[in-house]
């Protein structure tokens, strides 16, 4: 029945073909002169109906008719590159003629806690829906997205959840937190959630009143597929083990995305909910979600996105994606600034596989040693695997936090506390032998993680970070719990700056 619902309401408001073109439809052989095709369109209508492209790529697509496939990437590959200040100062100057000019205060799609008449204003496209990312200088990118922007990267996420084997219609809880990316407005359609298999629990932070919460919600509602981020993930389990909670209910999928996700955490959520697959996915707020995982490394969406990588100031890998099939705000070689490696493989049966095999997050995410060498998230990875190696597989979480280039915390959350000694000679001797002999390990051992889940969660958190869980505009009380997490998160990192500061001096 639901499902027939979901059909009905996706003919309804006219988006039947977008979740086709999305969802289902797939690019596993000759995938690059597919996408080839699509960025050739892209760039055509980008070219004469967009005011800030306008005639920027005359004369690439006048020499295109003549290249191979080959030539015909590594020219798109010298185009220019566009980043989040570039989108952001070029605002509705990016979208094509017809709402560029558009006054977006008057067009505002807002659910206001009227689903009902929500819905039949979905129906129509004449509206805009607001949507920002984090920003990492905590100034976000605010995009007026149309309709079939909206519903094009909506359909990204079912995308993830339809390969792992859930349909429209099947029950799904979010566990996500309180103002962050637009959740909150989601949920003033819970009206309606009984009639479309949705349940949202929000929370503020994890402790274990909110575990208990979450499970008793899981245990009622029996959803199929549960959807969260990965740390929140690890919290549950390691709260259901503490406490020995019940757990009636083993959601049969598990969709963690949002977050570098660690082995250990993998490993740990899988002894809790045995029963359940995990599996990770990569997007962005702004693009929607652009790859899903398989034995091989996260599948790239290839009728979704183009990803290229270029070095970076540091010599790094940065992905920078072309967003296919999403005309009215074209993201055109926009530069992520995430570190990963992208590769195409063939496989013996014809098919191919366009994949993201290493995803470090932003190029930010690192620590410095003392030698100014740069330590990403898959060292601390690897730190941890090797330790459990030694220590019975006691590491089940772990936070690093920056603090000046001379001494590092490391925050370890245990299975057991009896290896808390083992696990402490055990880390400081491997930091010291392969980060840097000269610098101080401050070790602690927590049972949660603290941290505010307004701000983006990173394994990774340095001096100055200020980045806040995208989504958050289009009223006042969004845009004061903006001003609330950067004001405390730039307090705290100039007490961090200052502390640093003064130890290195």
Known sequence: MLKTLYQLAFRYIKVKNIYQEVVIDERLTDIRPKI????????????????????????????????????????????????????????????TDRWASIDPAKNTFSVEGKPFESIQRLRNDDYLMPMATGGSTSTPLSIMMTKQHMFSMLFTFFKCW??????????????????????????????????????????????EKTVRGLIDDINQYKPKLLLVFPSPMNMIANTVKRFNLEVKHHPEL??????????????????????????????????????????DGLEIFANVAYVETEPNDAGQPEMIITRLNTSDFPFIRYRMRDIADVE???????????????????????????????FYPSFFNTLVNDLNAIVSDSVIEIKVFEKGQRELEVQ??????????????????????????????????????????????RVIQRIGDIEFAGGMVGDESKTSAIDEVVSEASEQSESEFNAASNSIA
């Not at 219609?169 to 009639?195: A, H």
């Not at 250990?264 to 702004?286: L, M, T």
């Open 254 to 295: 598990i969709n963690v995305s949002g977050e570098t996700f660690f082995d250990c955490q993998r490993k740990h959520i899988q002894s809790i909910f045995h029963k359940s697959k995990i599996e990770d996915s990569y997007g962005s707020v702004e693009l929607g979600e652009l790859a899903h995982e398989t034995p």
């Open 412 to 457: 370890f959350i245990l299975s057991d506390n009896q290896f808390k000694e083992q696990v402490l000679t055990e880390s400081k001797r491997l930091l010291s032998e392969r980060l840097s002999s000269e610098m101080d390990f401050v070790i602690h051992f927590v049972d949660f993680i603290d941290h505010d889940y307004r701000r983006k969660y």
């Open 162 to 207: 339809y390969r792992m084997g859930w349909r429209p219609g099947e029950r799904m809880l979010i566990f996500y937190p309180k103002n962050t990316y637009n959740i909150d407005d989601m949920v003033k359609f819970n009206r309606l959630s009984k009639w479309l298999g949705f349940k949202y629990h929000l929370f503020d932070k994890i402790d």
């Open 36 to 95: 080839r095709k699509d960025i050739e369109a892209l760039l055509t209508h980008a070219n004469s109906n967009c005011e800030y492209f306008r005639g920027k790529y005359t004369q690439f697509l006048s020499e295109a008719p003549q290249l191979s496939d080959d030539e015909f990437f590594e020219s798109y590959s010298k185009l220019p590159a566009l980043s989040k200040k570039d989108y952001a100062d070029a605002g509705q100057s990016v979208m």
């Open 344 to 374: 195409f493989r063939t496989y013996p049966d014809g098919t191919e596989k366009y994949l993201i095999t290493k995803i470090e997050g932003k190029d930010s995410n690192f620590i410095l040693n003392d030698q100014g060498n740069r």
